[in-house]
C-alpha cells in the first residue's frame, strides 16, 4: 500500500551518469544520490532518516555502503552519483555496522511491537528486520527516553509519542522543508536531543498549524493520527481527490472496509506532491458525523415539521412542484443553483436538467459570488477563462506577486510551495489591505507590501502599469508580436496619464507612491514575475476591472506564456473551476460558449434533443429579485447555502421565504435547507465518482471509497429528478457523463475517465493537438489569437465611509475552517478556531473603548450583528475584518448588495460600517438563533421515526 | 526586558547571522536568557520561537533560568581526574546542594600539570584544590542557602 521511497528527492539535470551498483549499472540526471540510484536499480539500501521528500540528511548511520577506490563506508544518502562509480550495497562489514548500529537504536526503544499502532507500518521494525537483529547487548537499564515519559495528545488528530522517537528529524525538516512554518526543532544537545513543539510546549500551544507533514514524515509510532491509533492500520487504500480548497490535493484514502483510517497525501498527486493541511488531511470527519441527513423529506410549508419519504416520493413530489409551478407562472418561473463543491458530471447534468427539462437558462453557480471576475476579464483579455499556469510553475519564479489572497490560510498547500521559493530567493510583493502571514512569517518577508484601502485594487493596479509604461519597462517585442496594437496604443495612453500615477492616486489608495514605484520596477523587471490572486480582487464593484488590469500588467512585461509566470486565480473551492466549465453561468453551455451562439446551441440541442433558449436566464442575484416580485418561485439548490454565504442575508432569506417550493440537496440541514420544502440528502465525496478541476484546470478523480449513506450519489438524484420531469436521463456511470462532456465540449474533446486514470490527472484544453493535457497556457499565442489591453479605469465604489459609517470591513477565512464551514464545524477543527471574531486596529479599538474580547457591534447600511473583538496591528487605522464561517455570526447580515459591474460579483471585500460597545446579540442573531432553534425541531419529527 | 531587548536588536540590526551575538547580549545583560525573550528574538529575526529555543537548548553556554550567585566549575578532563576531581565533584555536589552557588562540570581549565582546578564565576582559577580548600573558598563567597 506504501508508495516506493526512495530516499531522497528526484533531480532534474540535463547530464546523464552512469554507475554500477551490486553489478547493475543505472544511468541517473548528474547530481544524484547513490541511494536513489540503487533505488532505481531496484537495490533498497536501509535507511532511516531518509525519505524522498526531504533533503539528504545523513544521520542515520544505516545506508552506509562501500564505493570501490574509496576509503571507509560512505552514507549513500549524502553521496551524489558518479559516472563510472562501482558500489556495493552490502558486504559482511556493512552488515555487522548497520546491526550495530540498530542495537544502539533498539538499546533505546521500547519493546511494544505487537501493541504499537505502527506495528505492520513501521520503518524502524522493518529496517530491524532487514538488517537482521537479532539481540540488543546493552541491556535496557540506564538512562533511556521510553519510561515515564508523556505523550502529548494535545492536537486533536496526532499524538506525539517522544518514547519512541529516534530522532532522526524527519518532522522537523519536513516542518521546515515541506511545510515551511518551522514549528519543531530540536531542543538539547547529545542524550539530551529531543523533538520539541515551539518552546518544549504542547503541539497545540506551539506554532504548528497541524498540516500533519511530521506525521507522515515519521518512520516510527512516534507521531501517529489518533484514527489510527484508534482503528489499526488500513488494509487497502483509494486515490481520490481533496474536496476543501481550489488546490485540488490528491489523496490516498486508507481504509478498513469501507471506514476511513486516514488520509494520506498523494506523492503522485502533482497539485499537491505529497503534502497536504488541515483540512484535508484530517478534517473529513464530517462524513459520518451525526447531523448527516441520509433520507429525503418534504414539508408543504417552512414551518411545518419534515416528513421522511421515499426517494420516488421525494423526487415526485419535487418534479411535480416544478412543473405545477410552471404550469402557472410560466417557463421561467424556476431555476437551480450548482455547486462548485460536486463534481463536474454534476455539475454538468444540473446545467442540463434546467436546460433541457426546465427549458430554460434559469442556472447559476457559487462561482458567481466568488470568480465570476476572473471568468470574465480573462476571457476579455487572454481569450480563456482560467489561469494560465501549473502550480509547480511558481518554482521558476524570480518575482511572485500576490494580489487579494491569504495563501497560507486559504491556500495552503501552493502557499507551502510558493514559501520553499521565497525561501529559494524569489522576491515578493504582496498588495492586500491587512498583514497577512506572507507578508512576515518565519523565513519569509515581502519586498514590498502595498497596504491599500479596501476598494482601490484598480487605482493601485493601474499606478503600477503607469510606472512600467512611462519608465520604458514595457515588453516592446512581446506586445508587437502577441499582442493587438490599437488596443495596446490606446491602453499606452491612458495609463500614461498623470492622472493614473501613483503620486495622484496615493490619496485613495493610501499607498505610498515610491512604494508603488518600486514594487512596479520589481515586477517588470526581475526575471519571471507570476501574479496570484484570490477574491481580495474579484468581489469588489470593480472585480473584473481589476481581473483586466492584472492580465494587462502580465502582458505589458511579456510574463505570459511559459513557466514561472503568468496570471494566476487562487480559486477558492476544489471544483470553482469544474462548475464554470461545465456550463453552470445562465448566458454560458459548457465550454464557456455563449447561449445566444447559434451553432454551439445547435450542437447542444442535437444532441440533447430539445431547443434551448437562445437569451441568457437569471443570475443568482436576479432570481432572489425575481423572487420578491413574484416571477420566480422554485429553486433546486443543489450543495449551495446562499443564505449563509451570499451577501446582505436578510435579502436573501426573505427571497426564498417568497417561494412555493425550494429544494435543497445537501449533506447537513444548512441555512437555505431552513427555507426548504424538499430535502435530498447529499453524498459527500467519498461515497461518489466523478472528477474535480482545480485552479491550475487540472482535472483529477474523485473516487468512491463508501457507498452513498442515503443510497443515492448526487448525479444519480438529478438523474432521477430530470426523468420524474419527463426529461430522460439514462447514465450507468459518471464516466459516461464525462463522455459526453467530451463529445461536446472541444476544450474536454481529449478527457475521459481512462486517461486521466492513466495519467493520474490532466489539464485541459485536452484534445487532438493536446492529447496529454494544458500544462501552460497561450504559450506561443493567445488562446482569442492576439492579447487584448483594456482600460481600466478606477472607479470608487459606491460603499463610502462617511461620519455615520466610518470604517471598511474587509472578510477572509481562516486555515482550520473552510467558507460557510458546514463540514470544518463538524470536525475538530473547532479546536483551532471556534468563531469568527473581528480584527480592529488599536487606534480605532481605543477611540471606542474596545479591548480584546469586547463584544462589539458592528452596523453597516444593510444591517447590523455582534462579534467579539480582537485589538491587533494586522488591519490598518480605518479597517475593520472578519470571517464569515458560523452561521451565528451573521458576518454577511452586514454585507451589502453592491457588485461587480460586469458579473454581479458581490462586493464582499468593502462594506461601511460603525463599530459600538455592546453586552449583547443583535436582533438579528436572536431572531436566527430562535429561529434555528423552531427548525432543528421540525427537522427532529422526521428523524426520530 | 523589552527595553533592554530593543537596545540589543538595535546594535545588531544591520548585521547577518546575528542570533547568537544577540544571545550572547542578552544573557550578558539580563544573566540569561528568559522564556518571555524568545518569541521577541523570533519576531525580530524572522525565525521561529522553535529555532530560537533549539539554539538556546543547543548550546550548554545559555541559561534559561536566572543564574545562581556563583557558579563553581569543577574541572573533570583527564588530567584532573588522573589528581582526584571526581572525589572533588563528589564533595562539591553536595556541598552546594541546597545553597545559592551551582556547580557545574567543565571540561579543562588548562591547569592539567596541578589538579584538580576550579574556576569560580569564570573570573578566578583555584588548582591543587582539595575538599578542604573548597570549603574555604565557597565560605568566602558568603554562602546563603
Redesign the interface.
Known amino acids: 500500500m506504501n508508495d516506493i521511497d526512495y530516499g531522497t528527492p528526484a533531480v532534474v539535470a540535463d547530464r546523464e551518469v552512469t554507475l554500477n551498483i551490486d553489478g547493475v549499472a543505472v544511468s541517473v540526471p548528474a547530481g544524484t544520490t547513490v541511494m536513489r540510484a540503487a533505488v532505481q536499480a531496484g537495490v533498497m539500501i536501509p535507511k532511516l532518516c531518509a525519505t524522498d521528500s526531504l533533503e539528504p540528511f545523513g544521520s542515520c548511520r544505516l545506508c552506509l555502503v562501500e564505493i570501490e577506490g574509496r576509503r571507509g563506508y560512505p552514507s549513500s544518502c549524502t553521496t551524489p552519483a558518479e559516472a563510472g562509480m562501482k558500489v556495493r550495497t552490502q558486504s559482511p562489514k556493512l552488515a555487522d555496522l548497520r546491526r550495530n548500529v540498530m542495537e544502539l537504536y533498539i538499546s533505546d526503544h521500547p519493546l511494544d511491537c505487537l501493541t504499537c499502532a505502527a506495528n505492520g507500518n513501521c520503518e524502524l521494525q522493518t529496517m530491524a528486520g532487514t538488517v537482521g537483529l537479532r539481540e540488543v547487548r546493552y541491556g535496557m537499564a540506564g538512562a533511556n527516553h521510553f519510561t515515564d515519559v508523556k505523550k502529548d495528545e494535545s492536537n486533536p488528530y496526532f499524538t506525539y509519542d517522544p518514547g519512541k522517537c529516534i530522532v532522526c528529524n524527519r518532522c522537523v525538516r519536513a516542518c521546515e522543508e515541506t511545510q515551511g512554518?518551522?514549528?519543531?526543532?530540536?531542543?538539547?544537545?547529545g542524550f539530551?536531543s529531543r523533538v520539541?513543539?515551539?518552546?518544549?510546549e504542547d503541539f497545540m500551544d506551539?506554532?504548528c498549524v497541524s498540516c500533519g507533514a511530521c506525521v507522515n514524515a515519521c518512520p516510527t509510532a512516534t507521531l501517529m493520527e489518533k484514527t489510527v491509533i484508534a482503528k489499526g492500520q488500513a488494509e487497502h487504500s483509494v486515490t481520490t481527490t481533496c474536496a476543501y480548497c481550489g488546490v485540488g490535493c490528491g489523496f490516498k484514502a486508507e481504509m478498513q472496509g469501507s471506514e476511513v483510517v486516514r488520509m494520506v497525501p498523494w506523492k503522485d498527486g502533482r497539485a499537491n506532491e505529497g503534502h497536504a493541511c488541515v483540512k484535508g488531511r484530517f478534517a473529513w470527519g464530517y462524513a459520518t458525523h451525526a447531523d448527516r441527513i441520509t433520507k429525503p423529506m418534504i414539508r408543504a410549508k417552512i414551518s411545518d415539521p419534515w416528513r421522511e419519504v421515499s426517494w420516488e416520493e421525494a423526487i415526485a413530489h419535487a418534479a411535480g412542484e416544478f412543473r405545477r409551478i410552471q404550469d402557472k407562472h410560466g417557463r421561467n418561473s424556476i431555476g437551480a443553483l450548482v455547486s462548485s463543491r460536486c463534481t463536474n458530471e454534476e455539475d454538468y447534468l444540473v446545467q442540463k436538467l434546467v436546460r433541457a427539462a426546465f427549458g430554460n437558462n434559469n442556472v447559476d453557480t457559487c462561482a458567481r459570488v466568488c470568480h465570476s471576475p476572473t471568468g470574465y476579464g480573462l476571457k476579455q483579455t487572454l481569450g480563456e477563462s482560467a489561469g494560465t499556469q501549473t502550480f509547480k510553475s511558481v518554482e521558476k519564479a524570480d518575482v511572485i506577486m500576490v494580489v487579494g489572497a491569504n495563501p497560507t490560510d486559504g491556500h495552503p498547500v501552493f502557499a507551502s510551495r510558493m514559501k520553499r521559493r521565497l525561501r529559494a530567493g524569489a522576491k515578493l510583493i504582496v498588495l492586500d489591505p491587512r498583514e497577512i502571514d506572507l507578508v512576515?512569517?518565519?523565513?519569509?518577508?515581502a519586498d514590498h507590501h502595498l497596504k491599500l484601502r479596501p476598494g482601490t485594487n484598480v487605482a493601485v493596479l493601474t499606478a503600477l502599469a503607469h510606472v512600467i509604461v512611462t519608465e520604458g519597462l514595457v515588453n516592446e517585442r512581446f506586445i508587437a508580436e502577441r499582442c493587438e496594437a490599437q488596443a495596446f496604443a490606446d491602453w499606452r495612453e491612458f495609463v500614461a496619464r498623470p492622472a493614473n500615477s501613483p503620486e495622484a492616486l496615493e490619496a485613495d489608495s493610501g499607498v505610498p507612491a515610491a512604494e508603488v514605484r518600486a514594487a512596479a520596477r520589481l515586477y517588470a523587471t526581475g526575471g519571471n514575475a507570476a501574479i496570484y490572486y484570490g477574491l481580495g480582487v474579484t468581489e469588489h464593484s470593480q472585480g473584473s476591472t481589476a481581473v483586466i488590469a492584472i492580465a494587462n500588467l502580465a502582458m505589458a512585461t511579456g510574463n505570459v506564456g511559459r513557466e514561472g509566470v503568468g496570471v494566476n486565480p487562487l480559486r477558492g473551492q476544489n471544483n470553482v473551476q469544474g462548475s464554470c466549465d461545465m456550463g453552470s453561468f445562465p448566458h454560458e453551455l459548457p465550454g464557456y460558449r455563449h447561449v445566444s451562439d447559434t451553432i454551439t446551441r445547435e450542437l447542444f440541442e442535437h444532441a440533447w434533443n430539445v431547443s434551448i433558449q437562445p437569451e441568457p436566464g437569471l443570475r443568482i442575484p436576479n432570481m432572489f429579485e425575481a423572487a420578491l416580485d413574484g416571477s420566480f418561485r422554485a429553486l433546486y439548490c443543489q450543495g449551495e447555502d446562499p443564505v449563509q454565504s451570499d451577501p446582505n442575508t436578510q435579502h436573501v432569506q426573505s427571497a426564498l421565504a417568497a417561494m412555493e417550493c425550494v429544494v435543497v440537496q445537501d449533506l447537513f440541514l444548512n441555512e437555505t435547507a431552513k427555507f426548504a420544502h424538499v430535502f435530498l440528502p447529499g453524498a459527500s465525496f467519498l461515497e461518489k465518482d466523478g472528477t474535480f478541476t482545480n485552479a491550475e484546470r487540472r482535472i483529477s478523480r474523485v473516487r468512491k471509497v463508501m457507498a452513498p449513506l442515503s443510497g443515492k450519489a448526487d448525479w444519480e438524484v438529478t438523474m432521477a429528478l430530470s426523468n420524474a420531469l419527463g426529461y430522460p436521463m439514462h447514465y450507468e456511470h459518471p464516466s459516461q457523463i464525462m463522455d459526453e462532456i467530451a463529445r461536446l465540449t472541444p476544450t474536454f474533446a481529449g478527457v475521459s475517465f481512462d486517461k486521466i486514470d492513466r495519467l493520474g490527472s490532466l489539464q485541459w484544453p485536452c484534445n487532438d493537438e493536446t492529447p496529454e493535457g494544458t500544462p501552460t497556457m497561450h504559450v506561443d499565442s493567445f488562446v482569442r489569437g492576439k492579447g487584448r489591453f483594456l482600460i481600466t479605469q478606477y472607479v470608487p465604489t459606491d460603499e463610502k465611509v462617511t461620519r455615520k459609517f466610518p470604517l471598511l470591513l474587509t472578510t477572509g477565512r481562516v486555515l482550520s475552517q473552510y467558507n460557510v464551514g458546514a463540514q470544518t464545524r463538524r470536525t475538530e477543527n473547532v479546536r483551532f478556531y471556534d468563531e469568527d471574531r473581528l480584527e480592529i486596529h488599536p487606534h480605532d479599538a481605543e477611540e471606542r473603548g474596545i479591548s480584546n474580547g469586547d463584544w462589539v457591534g458592528i452596523q453597516s447600511r444593510a444591517g447590523d450583528t455582534v462579534l467579539r473583538a480582537t485589538v491587533t496591528e494586522r488591519v490598518q487605522p480605518g479597517v475593520v475584518y472578519t470571517t464569515f464561517h458560523f452561521p451565528e455570526s451573521g458576518a454577511n447580515v452586514i454585507t451589502t448588495d453592491n457588485s461587480d459591474w460586469a458579473t454581479n460579483c458581490p462586493e464582499y471585500k468593502v462594506t461601511a460600517v460603525e463599530l459600538v460597545h455592546v453586552d449583547q446579540p443583535s436582533e438579528w442573531q436572536l431572531r436566527n438563533a430562535h429561529e434555528d432553534k423552531v427548525q432543528r425541531r421540525l427537522l427532529a419529527g422526521a428523524t426520530a421515526k | 526586558m523589552i527595553t533592554t531587548l530593543n537596545a540589543i536588536f538595535g546594535k545588531h540590526q544591520h548585521q547577518a547571522g546575528s542570533l547568537l551575538p544577540i544571545l550572547h547580549d542578552i544573557q550578558h545583560e539580563l544573566g540569561y536568557v528568559p522564556?518571555e525573550a524568545?518569541p521577541l528574538i523570533?519576531k525580530e529575526l524572522?525565525?521561529?520561537?522553535?529555532?530560537v529555543?533549539?539554539v538556546i537548548?543547543?548550546y550548554?553556554h545559555f541559561r534559561q533560568t536566572p543564574p545562581p550567585r556563583h557558579v563553581v566549575h569543577v574541572c573533570c578532563a583527564e588530567a584532573c581526574q588522573a589528581n582526584g576531581s571526581e572525589a572533588l565533584a563528589e564533595h562539591a555536589a553536595a556541598r552546594l546542594q541546597h545553597g545559592d552557588i551551582s556547580m557545574e562540570p567543565v571540561y579543562c581549565l588548562g591547569l592539567c600539570s596541578i589538579g584538580p582546578a576550579i574556576q569560580i564565576d569564570e573570573t578566578t582559577l583555584h588548582a591543587r584544590v582539595t575538599p578542604e580548600k573548597f570549603d574555604s573558598l565557597v565560605a568566602a563567597l558568603g554562602e546563603r542557602s
Open positions: 512554518t518551522f514549528a519543531l526543532t530540536i531542543s538539547g544537545r539530551e520539541s513543539a515551539g518552546q518544549s506551539s506554532e512576515k512569517s518565519p523565513h519569509i518577508r | 522564556d524568545v523570533a524572522n525565525l521561529s520561537r522553535a529555532e529555543h533549539g537548548t543547543y550548554h
